[in-house]
């Protein structure tokens, strides 16, 4: 079994929302996240980390988005209430931007593909250190309104939101099927 084949995505309800993570354990995961390929090095990532009393305030921001952001016939109040709720259950919650050069040399997918690479990486450095991750893109937090509220300019595309806590033995889910293998590789030989 490898660190890869073993990583599950552990949500934050089954995350121990007392046992902090570590400022030290965070800036490794952060720098493994670091090491990430980026044609041209240039690094796209930009990672902003909320812990503590901040949790409760990303939660109120990304409910004041949502509010600013969701037409009347669309609201939903379970969807609000768990934008509110999620990010106070973990330890550690990190929002997740890419910064896109307009008109630049490297096209946009390239940066969103190595943003994601970064993110990878973040999560197998979490699950090396026994830390569960799980990657979640409620719209809200993918929306320039919420780029706008980090305080970030208009070149950043937002990416979800990264949440990280050790789990609570015995909850973390078995894995899920995935395909056979052999349908998504073609091999070509001669
Ligand atoms: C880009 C990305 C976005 C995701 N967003 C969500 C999400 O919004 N909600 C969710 O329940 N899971 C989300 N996931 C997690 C997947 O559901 C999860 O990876 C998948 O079920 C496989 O489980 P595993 O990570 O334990 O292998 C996301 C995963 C990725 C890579």
Redesign the pocket.
């Known amino acids: 079994m490898s660190l890869f084949s073993t990583?599950?995505?552990?949500?934050p309800a089954v995350m121990d929302s007392h046992r902090e993570v570590s400022r030290e354990a965070l800036v490794e995961i952060l720098g493994d996240a670091h090491c990430a390929p980026t044609h041209g090095l240039t690094q796209p990532w930009r990672f902003h980390v909320f812990t503590g009393a901040a949790r409760a305030r990303l939660g109120d921001g990304l409910q004041a988005i949502y509010d600013r952001v969701t037409p009347a016939s669309a609201r939903n109040e379970e969807k609000r209430s768990k934008l509110g709720a999620t990010p106070r259950l973990a330890p550690v919650v990190i929002a997740v931007a890419a910064r896109v050069v307009p008109n630049g040399k490297i096209p946009e997918v390239e940066e969103l593909l190595a943003t994601?690479c970064a993110?990878e990486n973040l999560m197998l450095s979490a699950h090396e250190k026994s830390l569960g991750s799980?990657?979640?893109?409620?719209p809200v937090a993918m929306t320039p309104e919420f780029a706008a509220w980090l305080g970030l300019d208009a070149t950043h595309r937002m990416?979800?939101l990264v949440y990280l806590g050790h789990p609570v033995p015995g909850k973390t889910?078995p894995?899920?099927s995935r395909h056979a293998l052999g349908d998504h590789v073609v091999w070509n030989d001669a």
């Not at 990583?7 to 949500?11: F, G, N, P, Y």
């Not at 799980?134 to 409620?138: A, D, E, F, K, Q």
């Open positions: 990583r599950r995505s552990i949500k994601a993110v799980y990657w979640s893109t409620p990416l979800g889910p894995p899920p």
